[in-house]
């Protein structure tokens, strides 16, 4: 193997939106066969850098350089040609279709014919690669985590040389991403470079031989991560002493203030998990964490507690002894339960609409929601609120959701419930895809409002958060939830098994291969 | 090659352009389809476009065609806010013309202040009744309105002809299908002599403005509007999505329904089997052309009153067929909707790729 072979030269490419620099003269080597991480916060320039590369978009300036040969008209087409290929963070699969089907799909009818057949193939691939799927499953019965190796060996029976895969560890277990990571520590010993994105520290120091950072479009520094510790490269991505909450003081408490009592949800025809007899009491002054695999009925116990679902459902939702089953989202709200839900666009915010608007959503003073008339001098200083409180950054209250980073709309919508000092917070993966910043943002804000006396149920597929957060601890998985246990009384190994489910039928061993 | 390109954000430019360039585009090949049909395409288009509205009774011609189509829009408007696919402002036209016709035959003989107002009142009931019935439908059993409305299209077209072929012919009609003329008391009082011109125009007026306060400083239109962005936004706010359905539902059925009461009282004066030259149809293109806005619908209004005048023009003046105002309106249309792709999508042409290595 060469020192050219599948190594990629990025000299001096900027790409601008408007005035703002996406990307501003970025130079970067990957170095054939091996893992480099591409780390950064939101808004950094990370996903513009990766569709460069992957030719969707053009740069304004500068060039890339494949394997010594300057490419001169870059696409996807030509990407794939050279077998540049990148994993997403949101899947594009048919979900009521099979697996083998899937990848049929995107292999092209020339691929397709021949021998050895498209099922053999894909079966030689899993077992040159340790990868564990079933070919003839549906997508919609699949875990987050096996639906990432259909496009993961969707990929490796194409001609790959440089992998992408954008935030690939943010739906996985522990046992998954370890067996992620075997799979791409194999790819790289075979000379395929690999750019991986992440936002968790540890996975970089764990797998990968080389760092960059970017910042504001810029790059910011270079390094071998094993070198440096999780603190060092944090500060190094956000350009401050960081933040993240120190170790605070878990709790016990012993008021009831939320209780879910023989919940059951009927959502069997659907693709939809059903709920069977939740039980679960969140107390005041706690942090109360459901961690699982997403799609074990997280969404279906976040819409029942909302008030959101229309599916038949039968038990108590008791807040401070009174049921509040039968209420509607907003009176909800207005006894004091509010809610953060997991889509920030299309169901925590609207896109298209200022942020002003978007502040009426939840908005839970009768006085101001009950009015004929908007009134607008309220929401506007409410809006400037939130902002200034939350340090959202954007244009100001009449900037368009949709206008704003993830991170940053992120915290407009935690600030949005905050700071109207709930009795009761329900959030759903509060920091998914939001930069470190933030997210110790929205930490702190969590653990300050449950130190003053608010009770707070955090369901997230984030286990590491979720220890760093929670007081006490469950899993749900298949609809079925675990009992509540003290966070000191557990572990990740622990709750990692539990949330595949002691029954389900991949087992462990094959998990963790 | 030609590539479309999706644009970062929407383009503001584009959103103004859009509607003038598909002007332009319905003009060109408005002339174009003129100079096929033999006729002189300058002149011809003169004809159809500016004649009419070169004379005092023209422009108040203008107004009369313009309001039926301006209220049935208004209505349209605020379903299509809510992602209500209301395709039913004819029918409900028709059914408010129909019972509005019907009271103002009863009131032939009052003398009262209040009997026109009444008359437009049972016509805006009327209205409404005819759109809950796509509003219930799909409010209970998630039937698809634009199926529903359609259909109820037809049906209200032939109850009108129903009752003006039996109940409601006028007796010395000499067997017309059509109802007696109504008496002055129930018809709209017109504001110039001569002219055609009646107060319905400057209702629709007050219309806009209402539209336009309950859209922009109103929680409901804050709703309405929210609930077409966003569906799930919208639950997850608690906003009740079946009233706000029923209240779109009922507040467009009742416009139509008084555009309906106002034409039969106003410039026709009777109930005839063609109250509507398709006026509920033209709406929901001037809903779009005016971008759901009021002061766009106000204007698209007006643009789709000269298009039904200036398809009677040219009928006059040089013999050809009325379907072309019907032409015009897809025309128009059809390169709306193109030109509106241009706000997310730019244009790129490229030439095709050759290979690298």
Known sequence: MTDLENSLVLSNISKQYGDRFANNNISLEVVGGRITAIVGENGAGKSTLMKIIHGSISPDSGNLNWNGKILTKHSPAHARDLGIQMVYQHFSLFETLSVQDNISLALGSENLIGEPSILDRINQKCEEFGIVIDPDRLIYSLSMGERQRVELVRCLLQKVNLLILDEPTSVLTPQETKSLFGVLKRLADRGVSILFISHKLYEVKELCDQAIILRNGKVEGSFNPKKKTVVEIANLMVGEELTVPKNFEKRESETTILEVKNFYSDNSGSFSTSLKDLNFDLRAGEILGIAGISGNGQAELFNAVSGEGDQMCEGMIEFKEKDISHLSPQMRRETGVHFVPEDRLGRGAIETMSLWENSILTLAVPEIRKKFFLDKSYLNSWTKEIIEKFSVQCLGYAANAGSLSGGNLQKFIMGREILQQPEVLVVTNPTWGVDVAAAAAIHHALISLRDRGAGILVISEDIDELFKLSDRLMVICEGKLSKARSIKSTSIQEVGQQMVGANSSTTLANESR | ?357
Request: hydrophobic residues 55%; glycine residues 10%; neutral net charge.
């Open chain 2, 1 to 357: 090659m030609i590539k479309f390109e999706l644009r970062e954000t929407e383009s503001r430019v584009m959103s103004v352009v859009s509607p003038l360039l598909a002007g332009i585009l319905t003009l060109l090949t408005g002339g174009l389809l003129f100079y096929a049909l033999g006729e002189p395409p300058a002149k011809t288009l003169y004809t159809f476009f500016i004649v009419p509205v070169s004379t005092l009774y023209g422009l108040s011609e203008l107004t009369v065609k313009a309001t039926p189509i301006l209220m049935c829009a208004i209505g349209l408007t605020l379903c299509y806010r809510a992602n209500v696919w209301n395709i039913g402002a004819e029918g409900q036209l028709l059914i408010g013309a129909l019972v509005g016709g019907y009271a103002a035959l009863l009131l032939g003989n009052s003398t009262s202040f209040w009997a026109l107002p009444l008359t437009l009142c049972l016509g805006i009931f009327g209205g409404l009744c005819w759109a809950s019935i796509p509003a219930m439908l799909k409010i209970s059993f998630n039937t698809n309105e634009i199926l529903t409305t359609i259909m109820l299209n037809y049906i209200a077209l032939n109850l009108l002809l129903f009752a003006i072929h039996g109940p409601l012919k006028d007796p010395h009609g000499y067997n017309f299908p059509e109802s007696a003329l109504f008496s002055d008391n129930v018809l709209l009082p017109t504001l110039f002599d001569a002219l055609r011109m009646h107060i319905g125009f400057f209702i629709g007026i007050l219309l806009i403005v209402l539209l336009w306060i309950g859209i922009n400083k109103t929680l409901i239109g804050f709703q309405i509007t929210a609930l077409g962005k966003d569906d799930k936004a919208s639950r997850f706010a608690g906003f009740n999505k079946k009233a706000l359905t029923w209240l779109v539902f009922i507040m467009s059925g009742g416009l139509a329904g008084l555009a309906g009461a106002i034409e039969v009282t106003g410039p026709i004066g009777q109930l005839i089997p063609h109250i509507s030259p398709g006026y509920g149809y033209a709406a929901i293109v001037v809903a779009f052309l005016g971008r759901l806005h009021p002061l766009g619908i106000l204007l698209a209004s007006l643009l789709m009153a000269l298009l039904y005048l200036g398809g009677e023009m040219v009928q006059i003046e040089l013999g050809l067929p009325l379907a072309l105002t019907g032409l015009f309106q897809g025309i128009l249309l059809f390169f709306l909707l193109s030109c509106d792709v241009l706000i997310t999508y730019r244009i790129r042409f490229v030439r095709k790729r050759t290979e690298l290595n």
